[in-house]
């Protein structure tokens, strides 16, 4: 009895690391999921959100298992006075372990004054529609990626270990309001342009929500293959409703980083037409039911809505998610686990037999 207990002993120890490592592997993020509402969802309200409001919407995001968030952006009060506080909020985010805090810097004044705060990544705005640049930033798509080299220079100047990361959002790739259609050759150049120039990231961005499934893949592909990994973003409007189908194409192409907003807040003032992001719950329920992991609780989430909605009532108050809190992610993971590939994707039918009546009457409408 007494030369059993070692092999017992060993096999219990052997069950607990098996267990321990396939509960580490469950928890690793296949999918990157990054709010952009603080800063792209709060640029399309004319009010202003107060400090302590967007602080609750960090902690609470942060709770609920998102790490990578656009916080802010530098630009001058007068024209944007949502983003007066950008500074504070950058500290504040700071406090939080594994919380990774990107701005909006448009210009080299922008970035000095993120490097100061100590930002943990740098967003500058290259358009690849020349209309839309000028609009935007009263730049050319070039003289911007004059600037992001400008930009690259300044932030080599903060020791490695604490300088930030350097990310090109490449606008109105997928079209313009202002232009018209944008060359997808265009696109390629830019993005080549902007990786020589120091970008570490480049995201593809639907601007005016024009994409569609196929051009999203033909795009990305294109582009991945002339620029490399360093194009690993999507961020994507929902303006004709494509918005998570585009998602999927993007999936496809290898691309792991998706943008998203809050309740689907946002949009561009320089995109005349344009409604807002994908919603951020939406694009975790999407992705956790086609099996990948974000790492996000989305009971959680959803409850961060409350904050939109006491905060912006003209605004909030157009979603109709009434999620229970227990029972929602539950019926996502459940399902996502039973069933095939073939099987989640069944006929359309007005009322699906599979779902719940309260998962039926959600929408995925966006708070514009």
Not at 244 to 258: I, K, M, P, S, W
Not at 330 to 345: E, V
Request: proline share 6%; net charge positive; glycine share 8%.
């Amino acid at each position: 009895m007494l030369n059993d207990q070692p092999s017992l002993a060993a096999a219990v120890l052997k069950s607990c690391l098996i267990a321990v490592g396939d509960w580490r592997i469950r928890m690793v993020v296949d999918v990157r999921v990054i709010e952009v509402g603080l800063r792209d969802g709060l640029q399309m309200v004319s009010g202003f959100m107060s400090t302590d409001t967007k602080k609750r919407w960090i902690e609470q995001a942060y709770a609920a298992g998102i790490r990578e968030m656009q916080i802010g952006s530098f630009v001058p009060a007068k024209r944007m006075p949502q983003f007066a506080d950008t500074p504070e909020i950058v500290r504040f985010a700071r406090q939080f372990p594994g919380l990774h805090g990107a701005v909006m810097v448009p210009n080299l004044v922008g970035a000095e004054a993120a490097l100061n705060v100590g930002c943990d990544q740098l967003n500058v705005p290259v358009s690849a529609s020349t209309a839309h640049c000028q609009a935007n930033v009263r730049k050319t798509p070039d003289e911007m990626v004059d600037v992001v080299a400008r930009i690259n220079e300044l932030r080599r100047t903060v020791p490695l270990e604490h300088g930030p990361k350097l990310k090109v959002g490449l606008a109105t790739s997928f079209g313009c309001t202002l232009q018209g259609e944008v060359p997808e050759s265009e696109v390629e150049r830019l993005a080549v342009a902007v990786s020589a120039a120091g970008a570490d990231s480049i995201s593809l961005s639907d601007t005016t929500g024009y994409a569609n499934p196929a051009q999203v893949r033909r795009l990305f592909r294109r582009v991945r293959l002339a620029a490399g990994d360093k194009v690993d973003t999507a961020h994507l409007h929902d303006t004709r409703g494509l918005g998570l189908a585009n998602v999927v194409a993007a999936l496809d192409c290898g691309v792991r980083r998706f943008d998203g907003s809050l309740a689907g807040l946002g949009g561009c003032p320089h995109a005349p037409g344009a409604t807002g992001n994908i919603v951020t719950e939406d694009l975790v329920f999407m992705l956790e039911s086609m099996g990948y992991s974000t790492g996000i609780d989305l009971d959680q989430l959803i409850a961060t809505r409350t904050l939109l909605r006491e905060a912006l009532p003209d605004k909030a108050t157009r979603a109709t998610w009434f999620w229970p809190t227990t029972t929602a992610w539950s019926w996502c993971r459940r399902h996502s686990r039973a069933r095939s590939p073939t099987q989640r994707r069944p006929a359309r039918t007005t009322k699906p037999p599979s779902a719940p009546r309260w998962l039926r009457a959600c929408s995925a409408s966006t708070c514009t």
